[in-house]
Structure formats: C-alpha cells, structure tokens
C-alpha cells in the first residue's frame, strides 16, 4: 500500500501514515516481512518517462514523452511544460529511459487542438515534443525546434496506427 508521509524530513512522524494515491511528499511502498512488520522502500526510481497510449484528450500531446515525477497506484504526476499533471495510469506508456526516436502519430482522432494540416498524421520530436510533418518516408528527421537528428519510428505504430494495422 502507498503512504502519504506528512514531514518526511522528521523521524518522530514516521507513525502518522495517511492513505493516498498521488503525494507531493516522499512517496514510499511498504510490505511486511516475515515478521509481518510493515517495511518501507521508495517507489519511484530515478527518471522515468510516459507518453499517451490511449487516442485520449488530457492536456499531453500524443506521441511526446513527459518526465515522470511520481507514480501512485492508479495515477501518474507528469511534468508537462513546467507544470505537474495527474495522469490516469490506464492512458500511459511508461518506459525506464527517454526514447530517441521520432513517434509517428497516424490520426489523432480525439484531439481537441490540432490543426487540420496534421489530421491524417504527423511526427513528434522525441527531445522537445515539437509536431512536424515529415515529407515522403524519411529513416532519420531533424527537428525544426530543438535540431536535434533522430530515427523515425516507421515500423513502431501509435494510437491509431495499430489498429488500422500500418
């Protein structure tokens, strides 16, 4: 079970447990020994990632990887331009290492922002999010934003793609 620390920084509360799902504190995962005596151990771990995995309108862009800053239960915190977002796990791909390649959205159909020159797909930049349409089927696209060179994931379909079978 999860566990909202209050004062993380002060021993003397460490019994003043309080159930929760999302913490700003420290967030720790406690299981019982053979004793049965409730041990605890930090459950996020260095750097994650998460993207969309469900075609859902939540405020992320489909295709673009967030820092993971805290995964509960049921809900992930994402920082998402500066700002942190609580994400429902359901709707989230999350990968231990950021992925250097371009992510091919086909069709975005249930985006409520997205211009209708992207419609039937764009690709999205893998170090700054940043949309770009790429022309023909390049193996390796350089971001207009950010500049950064990457490989386009032709052959790994998102959202939409996997079930039109492209």
Known sequence: MKYNIPDAGCTA???????CDISHTEFVTTRPDSRGIALETTAM??????????DVDC?????AWYKTVVRGWT??????????????????EIVDARPDWWT????AKNASVIPDRWAKGYAVCPRCGFRQLPVG???TLRCDDCLGV??????RPYL???SEGN
């Open 45 to 54: 771990p260095d750097q994650r990632w998460a993207r969309l995995r469900e």
């Open 104 to 107: 091919v959205v086909a069709h």
């Open 75 to 92: 809900k992930a915190q994402l920082e998402v331009y500066g700002m942190q977002r609580t994400i429902p796990l359901r709707y989230l």
């Open 160 to 162: 939409g793609a996997r």
């Open 137 to 139: 089927r390049p193996a």
């Open 59 to 63: 405020g992320l862009r489909r295709g």
């Open 150 to 155: 990457f490989q386009v994931a032709w052959s």
């Open 13 to 19: 509360n460490r019994h003043l447990f309080v159930p």
